[in-house]
T-cell receptor, first 111, second 116 residues
């Protein structure tokens, strides 16, 4: 059974810091991995999707890497801003249709 | 990116009533939609996978007679919570897969249900 864990569970940093959020999964036979952002009480916004054959994806200040063999992905946020404050979720998909979500990292960036 | 809408965004109802939640993909066709439930400070739990034109597939432990799903068109899926009880109060989120974009999954804004 696939289990997805995110570390840390919560993070509070001053504005401007570079951040690394970690995601680990127990079954390396994944189809793709997706990072999402969820603002409080809201739905999810897709940030980045990495196919199993890819090593990383970049979008603006965000960079996500994937090491499938070790069951890890990291989301790197450069020059963090207060507007980045949200919960970040990673999710993996196997060959079935299901997305299995991680436990989430609650990020707070203060001015 | 693609847009998924949900209606209503918030609903309060009395115990025993039924509530219908709509999920629409606005600018793409989605043969597959998903319904999730999220309790406070917890991650999303998949309830069921909704396939256009066929019966939904429910996850273990989710009562199909309690949570009725209808995926009548390529852009609309509905979730009906029948005979709602206070323990059904939760945040319900739908998602649709856009097969044109590496099968990225897009999520709706969620519906907060409060059963009194």
């Amino acid at each position: 059974k696939q289990e997805v864990t995110q570390i840390p569970a919560a993070l509070s940093v001053p504005e401007g810091e570079n951040l690394v959020l970690n995601c680990s999964f127990t079954d390396s036979a994944i189809y793709n991995l997706q990072w999402f952002r969820q603002d409080h009480g809201k739905g999810l916004t897709s940030l980045l999707l990495i196919q199993s054959s890819q090593r990383e994806q970049t979008s603006g200040r965000l960079n996500a890497s994937l090491d499938k063999s070790s069951g890890r992905s990291t989301l790197y946020i450069a020059a963090s801003q207060p507007g980045d404050s949200a919960t970040y979720l990673c999710a993996v998909r196997r060959n079935t249709d299901k997305l299995i979500f991680g436990t989430g990292t609650r990020l707070q960036v203060f001015p | 990116g693609a847009v998924v809408s949900q209606h209503p965004s918030r609903v309060i109802c009395k115990s025993g009533t039924s509530v219908k939640i709509e999920c629409r993909s606005l600018d793409f066709q989605a043969t597959t939609m998903f319904w999730y439930r999220q309790f406070p400070k917890q991650s999303l739990m998949l309830m069921a996978t909704s396939n256009e034109g066929s019966k939904a597939t429910y996850e273990q432990g989710v009562e199909k007679d309690k949570f009725l799903i209808n995926h009548a068109s390529l852009t609309l899926s509905t979730l009906t919570v029948t005979s709602a009880h206070p323990e059904d109060s939760s945040f319900y989120i739908c998602s649709a897969r856009d097969h044109r974009v590496a099968e990225t999954q897009y999520f709706g804004p969620g519906t907060r249900l409060l059963v009194l």
